[in-house]
């Protein structure tokens, strides 16, 4: 896979309060990926992040409401695995330790060459790409990178929703969704019914196999680990 293409796979989320920053940043970088998404400060990224589970996150430390470093912090905690590229004016050594301790996987002062970051992300895209192949009980396979479930080398074709849904209850062993959990991921600004969830499960077990998505009473949706 080249960069190019490995780029082109990813998306990204890139939380900046100066809007004139953000939107050069789009304008310079944001036709490379996949997606590109803009967010105004830490509240608005860790929604962002809830919504549209993003491959890695650019964020700047100092916003209204929640920083960078905070919102790192938060997204750090729910997805481990998740990159988190930090753009700040600071230099000094205080800044430099807390972003080490939110996950900060890479730090670029401003102001900063838009093409040095991008040939960053060029390399981490590719590695992404990589490390992205979960293994999971009864033969199937999950490409967090491709988006791509097989079972026993078989492909399974997925709508957004099942992408979602999927990659949510693999974010860590033993993630659990109930009903309204579903709903508030899949439907964020419909008011679906009971019935819609049971439909929707019953047409991915359909093209999945039951054996994929189990259900706990009192718990959820879950998918058994390796």
Same mark, same amino acid.
Do not use: C
């Given at each position: 896979?080249?960069?190019?293409?490995?780029?082109? /796979? !990813?998306?990204? %989320?890139?939380? +900046?309060?100066?809007?004139?920053?953000?939107?050069?940043?789009?304008?310079?970088?944001?036709?490379?990926? =996949?997606?590109?998404?803009?967010?105004?400060? =830490?509240?608005? =990224? &860790?929604?962002?992040?809830?919504?549209?589970? $993003?491959? &890695?996150?650019?964020?700047?430390?100092?916003?209204?409401?929640?920083?960078?470093?905070?919102?790192?912090?938060?997204?750090?905690?729910?997805? $481990?695995?998740?990159?988190?590229?930090?753009?700040?004016?600071?230099?000094?050594?205080?800044? !430099?330790?807390?972003?080490?301790?939110?996950?900060?996987?890479?730090?670029?002062?401003?102001?900063?060459?838009?093409?040095?970051?991008?040939?960053? !992300?060029?390399? !981490?895209?590719? /590695?992404?790409?990589?490390?992205?192949?979960?293994?999971?009980?009864? =033969?199937?396979?999950?490409?967090?990178?491709?988006?791509? &479930?097989?079972?026993?080398?078989?492909?399974?074709?997925?709508?957004?929703?099942?992408?979602?849904?999927?990659?949510?209850? &693999?974010?860590? $062993?033993?993630?659990? %969704?109930?009903? $309204?959990?579903?709903?508030?991921? %899949?439907?964020?600004? +419909?008011?679906?019914?009971?019935?819609?969830? /049971?439909?929707?499960?019953? /047409?991915?077990?359909?093209?999945?196999?039951?054996?994929?998505?189990?259900?706990?009473?009192?718990?959820?949706?879950?998918?058994?680990?390796?």
């Amino acid at each position: 896979m080249t960069r190019t293409q490995a780029l082109k /796979r !990813l998306k990204v %989320l890139f939380v +900046e309060d100066e809007r004139s920053l953000a939107e050069m940043m789009e304008r310079a970088i944001g036709r490379h990926f =996949g997606e590109f998404r803009l967010a105004v400060d =830490g509240v608005e =990224g &860790l929604e962002a992040f809830r919504r549209y589970a $993003p491959d &890695l996150v650019i964020t700047d430390i100092t916003m209204p409401q929640m920083d960078g470093l905070e919102m790192g912090r938060r997204i750090h905690e729910r997805s $481990p695995e998740t990159p988190l590229i930090v753009l700040s004016a600071y230099s000094d050594k205080e800044k !430099l330790l807390s972003a080490i301790d939110a996950g900060v996987s890479k730090y670029f002062i401003k102001p900063f060459d838009p093409e040095e970051l991008l040939e960053y !992300l060029a390399t !981490l895209a590719v /590695r992404l790409a990589a490390r992205q192949v979960v293994s999971l009980r009864h =033969g199937y396979r999950y490409d967090r990178y491709h988006r791509r &479930l097989t079972r026993d080398g078989e492909p399974i074709p997925l709508n957004a929703r099942e992408v979602r849904f999927i990659e949510t209850l &693999l974010e860590e $062993p033993g993630n659990f %969704l109930d009903t $309204p959990a579903i709903k508030s991921l %899949l439907w964020p600004d +419909e008011e679906p019914t009971d019935d819609a969830v /049971r439909v929707f499960i019953r /047409r991915l077990r359909g093209k999945a196999g039951r054996e994929l998505i189990r259900n706990r009473a009192g718990e959820g949706y879950y998918i058994e680990p390796q």
